[in-house]
T-cell receptor
Framework: GQNIDQPTEMTATEGAIVQINCTYQTSGFNGLFWYQQHAGEAPTFLSYNVLDGLEEKGRFSSFLSRSKGYSYLLLKELQMKDSASYLCAVMDSNYQLIWGAGTKLIIKP | EADIYQTPRYLVIGTGKKITLECSQTMGHDKMYWYQQDPGMELHLIHYSYGVNSTEKGDLSSESTVSRIRTEHFPLTLESARPSHTSQYLC?????????????FGPGTRLTVT
């Protein structure tokens, strides 16, 4: 079966750095996405990785290791507005997205 | 700025009623999707479409139907609503390959069936 695993909840302090991990087992691989979802709102796109390595976008970076079935999202200089759920999703061989349940990130002052 | 709209945003309806959730996008995207999401849970694909007159069932398609008569419009119909249908319904669209695999989401419809 297809499976995406990520921690249910994480807590971090404003101004700090946090790393959210995602491991996956899917039928084929056509890229990995990270989305941010604030409570009661729709997901919004953060990053896309299809090759191994680190992609940096401002305060957010995403890393992929295809051989390990592993990705992480790194958030730097945390702000209170970063409190949200972070969803990991893998595009399988049929070009369908398989979604993780999300990691709820709580930022404390 | 993504332009994808869903109506209604909130709906409370009785068991057995027929309902249609509307989704429209103005980006000209060929691919459109319907997802169901319960609080704290993953998104489940209900239906998807790769273009006009193309519709496919996802993992969670039972008891609902979709149509794609126009590129911009992708309505979801529940023929007979049940309390188990209470959930958040998210519509999304995407353009195609590479970076454009990115899916843009509408604001969602929160459905409660009593």
């Amino acid at each position: 079966g297809q499976n995406i695993d990520q921690p249910t909840e994480m807590t971090a302090t404003e101004g700090a750095i946090v790393q959210i991990n995602c491991t996956y087992q899917t039928s084929g691989f056509n890229g990995l996405f990270w989305y941010q979802q604030h409570a009661g709102e729709a997901p919004t796109f953060l990053s896309y990785n299809v090759l191994d390595g680190l992609e940096e976008k401002g305060r957010f970076s995403s890393f992929l290791s295809r051989s390990k079935g592993y990705s992480y999202l790194l958030l730097k200089e945390l702000q209170m507005k970063d409190s949200a759920s972070y969803l990991c999703a893998v595009m399988d061989s049929n070009y369908q997205l398989i979604w993780g349940a999300g990691t709820k990130l709580i930022i404390k002052p | 700025e993504a332009d994808i709209y869903q109506t209604p945003r909130y709906l409370v309806i009785g068991t057995g009623k027929k309902i249609t959730l509307e989704c429209s996008q103005t980006m000209g995207h060929d691919k459109m999707y319907w997802y169901q999401q319960d609080p704290g849970m993953e998104l489940h694909l209900i239906h998807y479409s790769y273009g006009v007159n193309s519709t496919e069932k996802g993992d969670l398609s039972s008891e609902s139907t979709v149509s794609r008569i126009r590129t911009e419009h992708f309505p979801l119909t529940l023929e007979s609503a049940r309390p188990s249908h209470t959930s958040q319904y998210l519509c999304a669209s995407s353009e195609g390959g590479g970076e454009t695999y990115e899916q843009y989401f509408g604001p969602g419809t929160r459905l409660t069936v009593t």
